[in-house]
C-alpha cells in the first residue's frame, strides 16, 4: 500500500495562476482533509470531505475550492493563486474520523 | 475559540528523558493526539489517548492527561537522536465527528549528543 500520496511535490506559482493539487489515498478511507503548514502557525484545515461527493469548509477555507469525485481522491484547487497562499500543504485520510493519516506534502510558492 | 499551546523548543541530551507539554482548551475533546514530523517530511501519528483514560504507555513513549487542568503531556524514555524532530499536540475540534483536529504550533526537540 502507497498510503496517501500528493502530487506534485514542489510547485512554482505566478500571482493570478490556477493549479489543482491532487490526493489519493488506497485505504478506502471514507474522511479526506486539506490542511496548510505556515512557519509558527502549526496546521490550518482548509477543506475536508466525510465521503465520496461531499466536501465540507474548514478553519481558512478563502481562496480554495476542493472536489471528491471518486473516494480515493481529493483535490485542492487554487484558481488565482496570491503569494498569501505560499505554504505547504498536507492532505489526510482516516477510516473513522480519529486517526489521520498525512502524505508527504506539496511545497508551493506563489511570486 | 479552541486553542492549542505548546512550548516552541526544546534541548536534551542523549539518554535523557524528553517531556513536551501541551494545553487544550475544548473540554469535550474525546481524543488527544501526539504526532511527529521529521524534516522534510509529513506527520506522522505517534500515539494518541481517549479522555477517558489518564495515562497511556507505549514502548518509550507515556502521554499523560490531566482533564481538570486541560494539560497533555509527551514523556519519550532514552532519547536517542533520532528523536530530533517537531512534535504536535492535537485535540479533535468542538462537534469533531468528522475527526477535525486542532493543531499545536509544535515543539521542536533537539536531541544532543
Known amino acids: 500500500n502507497a498510503g496517501v500520496t500528493q502530487t506534485p511535490k514542489f510547485r512554482v506559482l505566478k500571482t493570478g495562476q490556477s493549479m489543482t493539487l491532487l490526493c489519493a489515498q488506497d485505504?478506502?478511507?471514507?474522511?479526506m482533509y486539506w490542511y496548510r503548514q505556515d512557519p509558527g502557525m502549526g496546521l490550518r484545515l482548509i477543506h475536508y470531505?466525510?465521503?465520496?461527493?461531499?466536501?465540507a469548509k474548514g478553519e481558512v477555507p478563502d481562496g480554495y475550492n476542493v472536489s471528491r469525485l471518486k473516494k480515493q481522491n481529493f483535490l485542492l484547487g487554487l484558481e488565482s493563486a496570491a503569494p498569501s497562499q505560499t505554504s505547504v500543504y498536507f492532505c489526510?485520510?482516516?477510516?473513522?474520523?480519529?486517526?489521520?493519516?498525512f502524505g508527504p506534502g506539496t511545497r508551493l510558492t506563489v511570486t | 475559540g479552541e486553542d492549542v499551546e505548546q512550548s516552541l523548543f526544546l534541548s536534551v541530551r542523549e539518554g535523557d528523558s524528553s517531556v513536551i507539554n501541551c494545553t487544550y482548551t475544548?473540554?469535550?475533546?474525546?481524543?488527544l493526539y501526539w504526532y511527529k514530523q521529521e524534516p522534510g517530511a509529513g506527520l506522522q501519528l505517534l500515539t494518541y489517548?481517549?479522555?477517558?483514560?489518564d495515562m497511556k504507555q507505549d514502548q518509550r513513549l507515556t502521554v499523560l492527561l490531566n482533564k481538570k487542568d486541560k494539560h497533555l503531556s509527551l514523556r519519550i524514555a532514552d532519547t536517542q537522536t533520532g528523536d530530533s524532530a517537531i512534535y504536535f499536540c492535537?485535540?479533535?475540534?468542538?462537534?469533531?465527528?468528522?475527526?477535525?483536529?486542532?493543531f499545536g504550533k509544535g515543539t521542536k526537540l533537539s536531541v544532543k549528543p
Open positions: 489526510a485520510s482516516s477510516g473513522d474520523g480519529y486517526e489521520q493519516y
Open positions: 492535537a485535540e479533535v475540534s468542538h462537534g469533531g465527528s468528522q475527526g477535525n483536529l486542532i
Open positions: 489517548i481517549f479522555s477517558n483514560m
Open positions: 475544548d473540554s469535550s475533546s474525546t481524543y
Open positions: 485505504m478506502n478511507h471514507e474522511y
Open positions: 470531505s466525510v465521503g465520496e461527493g461531499t466536501t
